[in-house]
């Protein structure tokens, strides 16, 4: 397991089974997010598919940069990730609902991160 730190996101990677897990956490510094994205890209690299859990249980943790920054991110690769949301606030989860049609790749959200992480497992396709 690989881990890194910037402004209100912590990242997990663990490549045996190629899922990256975001943390986002309230009350921390904005940070780089071109910093965070070399070290995750590094990780994910560009072409194999990886899915990804996204912890926001502090609640609108993410300022809208940081949400834009890993949705162009995700949207890069050649095989966009699967996306589990869990712990989103009601305007979280409307963001979802409205903006997922844009997103050109799947992305759902859930009550804990169990259901999450068992959404990502049933629906493997790759």
Do not use: K, N
Not at 25 to 35: D, M, Q, V
Not at 60 to 74: I, T
Not at 88 to 112: C, Y
């Amino acid at each position: 397991m690989e881990a890194a730190e910037e402004g209100p996101i912590e990242a997990l990677w663990d490549p045996e089974s190629r899922l990256l897990r975001l943390a986002f956490f309230r009350g921390r510094p904005e940070g780089s997010r071109e910093r965070l994205g070399g070290i995750v890209r590094a990780w994910v690299g560009w072409d194999e598919p990886y899915d990804v859990v996204v912890s926001c249980e502090s609640g609108d943790a993410a300022s809208l940069s940081w949400r834009v920054h890993w949705s162009q991110f995700f949207r890069q690769h050649a095989s966009p990730p699967r996306v589990a949301c869990f712990g989103l606030t009601a305007s979280e989860r409307f963001f979802l609902g409205v903006m997922r049609p844009l997103f050109r790749m799947e992305a759902q959200s859930f009550d804990s991160e169990g259901e999450a992480r068992a959404w990502l497992s049933d629906g493997a396709t790759r």
